[in-house]
Nanobody, 119 residues
Framework: QVQLVESGGGLVQPGGSLRLSCAASGSIDRLNVMGWYLQAPGKERELVATIAPGGTANYADSVKGRFTISREAAAKNTVYLQMNSLKPEDTAVYYC????????????WGQGTLVTVSS
């Protein structure tokens, strides 16, 4: 089992920045894909960004050019989401997700961290 712990959410003004962190522990497969997903009130959870073992990143169109996903250089079990130029529509609970490279379904989820973009 893999445990995921997110941190870094909060309240920020439009145009501001936040950095989210997700630390993974437990039975981590070396070939894993970690990512960030958001769920706004009344909506389904959707992909924000993922990062593959070699560092290849994939982004939702709505965040390209504003958000950057990265992995800790050493252990690679911590993933970050740098969010710049935040908009009110980015307001949501952000979840960290983990899966292996062999599947397309997220196997483990973090507890979520709330990001609120408001003036």
């Amino acid at each position: 089992q893999v445990q995921l712990v997110e941190s870094g959410g909060g309240l920020v003004q439009p145009g501001g920045s936040l950095r989210l962190s997700c630390a993974a522990s437990g039975s981590i497969d070396r070939l894993n894909v970690m990512g960030w997903y958001l769920q706004a009130p009344g909506k389904e959870r959707e992909l924000v960004a993922t990062i593959a073992p070699g560092g290849t990143a994939n982004y939702a169109d709505s965040v390209k050019g504003r958000f950057t996903i990265s992995r800790e250089a050493a252990a690679k079990n911590t993933v970050y989401l740098q969010m710049n130029s935040l908009k009110p529509e980015d307001t949501a609970v952000y979840y960290c997700g983990y899966r292996t490279l062999y599947t397309t379904t997220v196997k483990n989820w973090g507890q979520g961290t709330l990001v609120t973009v408001s003036s």
